[in-house]
């Protein structure tokens, strides 16, 4: 039978895995091998992917790919089984530190100069906690989100208190085979720039997945120290692992710590400091086992070792690695050793022979070598933790946020609380309150300056210009702060990857996978940061789709265009418009995807495999940290870019061509200019110069179509525009072009061309359906 | 042109400098007000 036919809270072992590619080695890398054994946990309310349970995690699985995978069924519930190591009270082998390894090993005495710094690679599976122990390390305050995959970049910082060192965050990974593009950043820093040591943090409360990729960083031969991670929660539900047995065994120092409460983080930074200083490398990096299975693996992997040393010699890569992944066909390694004819058919025969003594592929017998080592190590070394109560709570939870007839509703009831509360309740009302305070000040500052007799210019570019426009776009700062406080609340607590994993087949439908709405709700807040994080998509079709989609999500700069307009326009049915505004948004990127799919990303969606963390109450540190970013980014935008912007938009509409100052601001250059553009508009119902100008300062940033209009329009903006009008206007700005940086993001990531692309296709649509709004309403006898 | 002006104009100058040297000094780099500091141009 197949894994897809297994029945919820059935238990199988593997016993064939079947598809090819990047995917099948994914998928190895995961766990889903050959003799491992699943449980299936639940389906996702549409009926696909499937949540399983394999070597103590959950795993999520499209029943397609589910369907590849052979299974025999198991009487026994595999969840129910907890053993107890064998204790063995070894003394503490003494690595990572003087003493005893000194003393075995003199040749290593020598350590790296003073004056050399110290570089580590701060490396793991995804939500791991890397962030939180890089935070820890440095004293910085990078993001930490709870869902797999919140790093996409590598970070950099020294260690606190440890000027001479330098410490880099990489993005998680499983296994040192680049599967998606944050992958390739992780394992190339760490095959091309060369670390003095390796710090690998390992979730010890899913020990046996994290082992993995622990095992193939030994292979490289770096300096490195196991940071067992989340070590509180393991004891604190009963479990233990014999650290001295398991250094031994793994032959490097390995430091149980908790990062989010700072305990045994000294400890590893000793140990890691001791290990690059003087570069003791692990003392294991052979895992066969010559007895294991007639030893064909052994044989295999030795060979092959011997035959490609010179050739992994030049190309400046570990041995043991590179023989590794000779076998596994990994074609990044095979180009860099450069085998001729004859080695390549050597390699071929001696992996052919294994795979005939073993029965197993080649992929499939080293990624078997390696878990076998790891359950040996975890049988004499750890006693698994009962269900964790932040399981058992995540499953509860999960009933309700994930079952078949209760996700879909509650992620609108979610969704729709969150906008309810921040433009119609909190960030409302404490908008209305600085908004209160700014025109109280703004009329201070006014008096101030006549009875002072300030000149007459000067006066106007202060309350004309800057307080009205950076005011203007200030006002807005609880609105934003407040839709960023519940976002970080939904990823924080590991809803997002929830949303992830229910979303998946309705995607599927429009060409996209489940991973993609990660992005779109980060795009919600910012298209910057979603352009970015588009980076753990694991194809390049899906990450160029949803590049391409993610500015149709509103952006949080665009919510005072909304807010201003809609108080202007529509005073009794603001929050009702805006929400409207963000459906549009999204139900114009289904359009778009359908449109994609058919036409230039032609196919599916690569398959979905994601790993679902459980429910954590978001620390209040990280969220507020979060939030006082947020506000102190904004605050540096109003007073910068949206600044200059109300400076030099007060300048051109109060001076004509001979830099006269004008009465009426028809004759000033602004007019002049943003006239010729104007009529393009005129169907749109927004012929207007003013209304021109200001979506045109909007490409320099959202806020800034606000800030314009303030400078610009010394009376009611009612009177400038009919209702009508201001609708087609609002749709205008929802869709239109994003702003210069999410270009910029674009651009980094796809290139000029698609850059481009993109600001020309956004106007059009823009514009079509502004016009198809203005149209339509006035069918319905708008005006 | 009283001492108000001149006090008020070296501020507005001083103001707008600022706000072009700091605009200069990120350019190129993620200058959005909402970003999740989750791409490299937003190392604090």
């Given at each position: 039978m197949t894994l897809k036919e297994l029945k919820i809270g059935g238990s199988a072992v593997i016993t064939e895995v079947g598809g090819e590619g990047a995917l099948r080695q994914h998928f190895l890398d995961m766990g889903v091998i050959p003799g491992a054994e699943v449980k299936v946990l639940k389906y996702a309310p549409l009926g696909d992917p499937m949540e399983l349970l394999i070597h103590g995690y959950s795993l999520s699985l499209r029943l397609a790919d589910a369907a590849q995978i052979k299974v025999t069924e198991l009487d026994k519930d595999i969840a129910a089984e907890v053993e107890e190591p064998h204790r063995k009270h070894r003394e503490h082998p003494g690595l990572g530190e003087g003493g005893r390894y000194h003393e075995a090993h003199p040749e290593k005495n020598e350590p790296l100069p003073d004056d050399t710094k110290l570089t580590f690679a701060l490396v793991g599976n995804q939500n791991s906690g890397k962030t939180t122990l890089f935070n820890r390390l440095t004293g910085s305050n990078q993001h930490v989100g709870?869902?797999?995959?919140?790093?996409?970049d590598r970070k950099d910082g020294p260690i606190k208190g440890h000027p001479n060192t330098l410490v880099t965050d990489l993005p998680g990974i499983?296994?040192?085979?680049?599967?998606?593009s944050e992958e390739v950043v992780s394992r190339s820093f760490v095959l091309d720039e060369k670390p003095r040591g390796i710090i690998n943090i390992v979730d010890a409360t899913n020990i046996e997945r994290n082992l993995y990729l622990t095992m193939q960083l030994l292979e490289m031969g770096v300096p490195m120290v196991v940071a067992l991670n989340m070590m509180d929660e393991v004891t604190a539900n009963g479990g233990s692992v014999d650290i001295n047995e398991m250094e031994a065994m793994l032959g490097v120092p390995v430091v149980p710590i908790s990062a989010a409460k700072n305990s045994g983080v000294d400890e590893l930074i000793d140990h890691a400091e001791h290990v690059a200083r003087y570069q003791e490398?692990?003392?294991?990096?052979d895992f066969c086992d010559e007895n294991d299975c007639g030893g064909a693996v052994h044989r295999c992997i030795h060979g092959i070792a011997h035959l490609i040393e010179d050739h992994a010699k030049r190309a400046g890569l570990p041995v043991r690695f590179a023989a590794n992944k000779v076998i596994e066909g990994d074609e990044l390694v095979l180009k860099q050793l450069e085998l001729d004819e004859n080695e390549l058919e050597t390699v071929g025969h001696i992996v052919l022979q294994m795979e005939k003594e073993r029965g197993l592929d080649r992929s499939a017998a080293i990624a078997d070598m390696r878990f076998s080592f790891i359950q040996k190590v975890c049988r004499e070394t750890v006693k698994k933790p009962r269900e964790s109560i932040g399981h058992i709570r995540s499953r509860r939870i999960d009933k309700l946020l994930t079952g078949k007839f209760t996700a879909i509703p509650m992620f609108v009831l979610i969704m729709g609380l969150v906008f309810w509360l921040t433009f119609g309740v909190i960030g409302a009302g404490l908008q209305g309150l600085l908004e209160t305070g700014i025109d109280k000040l703004i009329a201070l500052a006014d008096k101030a300056m006549k009875e002072a007799e300030v000149n007459e210019v000067i006066h106007s570019l202060l309350v004309d210009g800057v307080f009205a426009g950076v005011g203007s776009v200030l006002s807005f700062l609880p609105i934003i702060v407040t839709l960023f406080f519940f976002l970080s609340l939904l990823e924080d607590s590991g809803y997002i990857a929830r949303v992830a994993f229910f979303m998946d087949k309705a995607l599927r439908k429009i060409g996209l996978s489940g991973r993609s709405i990660v992005p779109m709700l980060i795009g919600f807040g910012c298209t910057v940061p979603a352009v970015m994080a588009t980076r753990t998509l694991p194809s390049e079709r899906d990450r160029k789709m949803t590049i391409l989609l993610t500015p149709f999500m509103s952006c949080t700069a665009k919510l005072p265009i909304y807010a201003f307009f809609a108080a202007a326009f529509f005073p009794d049915k603001s929050t009702p418009i805006v929400v409207a505004l963000y459906l549009l948004g999204i139900i114009t990127a289904i359009f778009a995807a359908c449109l994609y799919k058919g036409t230039v990303f032609k196919g599916d969606a690569v398959p979905f495999v994601m790993e679902l963390p459980n429910y954590r109450l978001p620390a209040a540190k990280n969220v507020l940290q979060l939030l006082w970013d947020k506000a102190k980014d904004f605050l540096q935008r109003a007073f910068s870019v949206i600044l200059i912007a109300t400076v030099a938009v007060w300048f051109l509409q109060k001076f004509d061509m001979n830099l006269h100052m004008v009465k009426n601001s028809e004759e000033s250059i602004l007019a002049a200019f943003s006239g010729v553009v104007a009529p393009v508009f005129k169907p749109l119902g927004l012929g207007d110069w003013r209304i021109v100008t200001s979506l045109v300062t909007g490409f320099m940033a959202k806020e800034s179509v606000v800030s314009t209009l303030e400078v610009l329009f010394t009376g009611d903006v009612t009177t400038a525009m009919t209702t009508l009008g201001a609708a087609s206007l609002l749709v205008f700005s929802l869709l239109y072009t994003p702003c210069v940086a999410a270009v910029a993001a674009v651009k980094r990531e796809l290139g000029k061309k698609w850059a481009l692309t993109l600001v020309i296709w956004q106007c059009a649509l823009a514009w079509v359906i502004a016009l198809i709004v203005r149209l339509v309403g006035l069918l319905m006898g708008g005006v | 042109m009283n001492a108000a002006d001149i006090i008020l104009i070296v501020l507005i100058t001083a103001a707008v400098i600022g706000a072009v040297v700091h605009c200069v000094k990120k350019k190129g780099s993620c200058n959005c007000g909402c970003c999740t500091g989750s791409c490299p141009n937003c190392k604090k």
């Open positions: 709870n869902f797999p995959g919140v790093t996409v499983y296994s040192m085979s680049p599967y998606s490398e692990p003392m294991r990096q | -």
